[in-house]
């Protein structure tokens, strides 16, 4: 594994005066995935939306490379290599599909991801891209969103629950691409409500509960046992 690219330290974040992160250490590794897994309401959303820019957080509680980030304006977070798939993907739905995808162009850097190298990935895309984003399957629309945030040319893709509302064998499809990301250089982390599938698609597992990180450890170590305990706080 690489050396690290991102880091927080005792990261705080709050809503108003409502706080949901309370002190998160997170790091991630050069070319590594990280499943991120936790309860409802556990914090998960809100660190990737920490990481993006999206909310409000100290500039040295969030390191790029060593250099703070934390609160810059999402635009320079994506500039600085970060893209994030949201949850519930917020696609421009009466756009086509290729605008949609230019649309992740827009702020981003230089890099392989083209139109065409996501088409080849993708070739449904290829075959939907002048119809309206919004009559895609969700299965589709949610490979749009991956897509668009491609486009920006990151170096780290952070991934809000992928497999929401979608059908198994369509997030196999979908987790199936997370090898052809990494051996193009990128370094992942995905949220996922799916604990048994969150082992499978990461090397390391980071779980969350009530705004602290409540255990971490290589996603083929951990037992049901731990996961349970730290996902639930059963003891
Ligand atoms: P889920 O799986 O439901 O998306 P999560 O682990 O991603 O959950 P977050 O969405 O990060 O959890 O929420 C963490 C805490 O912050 C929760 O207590 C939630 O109620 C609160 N929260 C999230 N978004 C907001 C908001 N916009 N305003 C106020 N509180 C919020």
Wanted: glycine share 12%; net charge neutral; charged share 15%.
């Amino acid at each position: 594994m690489g050396k690290t690219l991102l880091s927080t330290h005792g990261l705080k974040a709050f809503y108003g005066d409502a706080q949901a992160l309370f002190g998160i250490d997170f790091h991630l590794d050069e070319g590594e995935v990280v499943a991120i897994i936790g309860a409802n309401g556990a914090g998960k959303s809100t660190l990737l939306k920490s990481l993006t820019g999206l909310v409000a957080v100290p500039a040295p509680a969030v390191c790029l490379h060593g250099q703070p980030i934390g609160g810059l304006p999402p635009g320079e977070i994506v500039r600085r290599g970060l893209a994030m798939v949201p949850e519930g993907r917020r696609l421009f739905p009466s756009l086509s599909v290729e605008e949609n995808l230019r649309m992740g162009a827009l702020a981003g850097r230089q890099g392989p991801w083209t139109l065409e190298r996501l088409f080849q990935m993708f070739p449904i895309l290829k075959e939907k891209r002048r119809n309206p984003s919004g009559a895609l399957s969700g299965g589709q629309q949610q490979m749009v969103a991956i897509g668009r945030a491609l486009m920006s040319n990151p170096q780290i893709l952070l991934c809000d629950e992928l497999s929401l509302g979608l059908a198994p064998i369509v997030i196999r499809e979908i987790y199936a691409a997370l090898p052809t990301f990494t051996a193009e250089g990128l370094t992942v982390v995905v949220v996922e409500q799916d604990v048994s599938l969150a082992q499978q698609v990461s090397q390391r597992v980071v779980c969350l509960q009530e705004g602290v990180v409540s255990l971490e450890g290589r996603s083929n170590a951990l037992t049901r046992e731990q996961i349970s305990e730290a996902y639930f706080g059963l003891s």
